[in-house]
């Protein structure tokens, strides 16, 4: 296990100075190339600045996560599978934001065109998962030390969990830092999980993940010069998934990923109650928004919002082990 911390801590650092010598190259790249980020009229005011920052940054955080991975874990099959799951959703991601920024076509793929894709490549995982690694179908029932085996569910399951954590990491992608930071600490409490149940291959992955985070955080941090548009956020969020089913934590992400679903909740509940009677819950949806439109500066939202996943991430760690 020591070989493997050491492995681990060498991940995060190759992915971090692959994401830090990145940076200076690609964000100028997109720029001259006109990646740039278009800006809600109805979102808070101060975000029009924004106007114009290049997005796809996620390219960084791929690019530093996959030659990571592949130099230190290459010859594992679970670290391959993730690979293919993150470059897969990533790629959805990239062909969206081209559509966007470069197309202008401002809603990028159709609903129906996405959500498409996403089944299929989680029907694809799923499938590797139970029957090219061996995984079963078991899930782990967080605070009461149970394994609960759903059989033939298990895979419409797990399509479920990729997609749901996808777009929940899409929908917290709307401040500076907020969505990076948010899934560093994510990766943290995931590679954690993984020391705990011997995936010490995995446990590299989350390493380079958490490190390719934490150096494109360099340049998204307030005021950012790149945003990771789709094709980071999609990427990211469909690893979290992946590596929570291979662990068998994918109800203890519910916690893990708790800031996630808080997003999507106050997403859902403005849109119903809006629906049923006209009135806003939040004054803008997802929640970062509405402490904004409150007054509460972008950076408080964000450092809070850390605080906030800390919290979600430890509470998650103590009903996985329970």
């Excluded at 076509?105 to 996403?118: H, P, T």
């Excluded at 782990?140 to 394994?147: E, T, Y």
């Excluded at 909740?265 to 009135?279: D, E, G, P």
């Amino acid at each position: 296990m020591q070989d493997y911390l050491i492995d681990a801590g060498l991940a995060a650092v190759v992915a971090i100075t692959i994401s830090l010598s990145m940076g200076p190259l690609m964000i100028p790249l997109l720029k001259r190339l006109k990646v740039g980020q278009s800006i809600r009229e109805e979102g808070p005011s101060n975000h029009y600045i924004k106007a114009g920052t290049p997005t796809m940054g996620g390219i960084i955080i791929i690019t530093a996560m996959t030659l990571t991975s592949v130099l230190l874990a290459g010859d594992q099959r679970e670290v391959r599978a993730m690979v293919f799951l993150t470059l897969c959703y990533g790629a959805i991601g990239f062909w969206d934001d081209y559509i966007k920024v470069v197309l202008k076509r401002s809603l990028g793929l159709k609903a129906r065109e996405k959500l498409s894709l996403q089944i299929l490549i989680g029907l694809v995982f799923g499938w590797l998962l139970i029957y090219g690694l061996g995984r079963g179908t078991e899930i782990v029932v967080p605070f009461s030390g149970g394994v609960l085996d759903i059989g033939y569910s298990y895979l419409p399951f797990i399509v479920l969990v990729v997609i749901s954590a996808a777009n929940g990491a899409n929908l917290t992608d709307g401040l500076d830092g907020l969505a990076a930071g948010v899934t560093l600490f994510i990766f943290l409490g995931l590679g954690a999980i993984c020391m705990m149940t011997n995936h010490n291959g995995l446990l590299i992955y989350c390493a380079a993940m958490a490190g390719a985070c934490l150096g494109f955080l360099f340049f998204n941090r307030h005021q950012a010069r790149g945003f990771m548009g789709d094709t980071g956020s999609m990427a990211l969020d469909a690893g979290v998934a992946g590596v929570a089913a291979m662990t068998r934590s994918e109800i203890a992400l519910i916690l893990i990923a708790g800031v996630y679903v808080v997003e999507t909740i106050s997403v859902i509940v403005q849109v119903l109650s809006y629906q049923a009677t006209r009135k806003r819950v939040f004054l803008m949806a997802p929640l970062h928004h509405h402490f904004e439109l409150k007054g509460m500066p972008e950076t408080q939202v964000v450092y809070r919002f850390y605080l906030l996943s800390v919290g979600f991430v430890l509470l998650g760690l103590a009903g996985f082990i329970s």
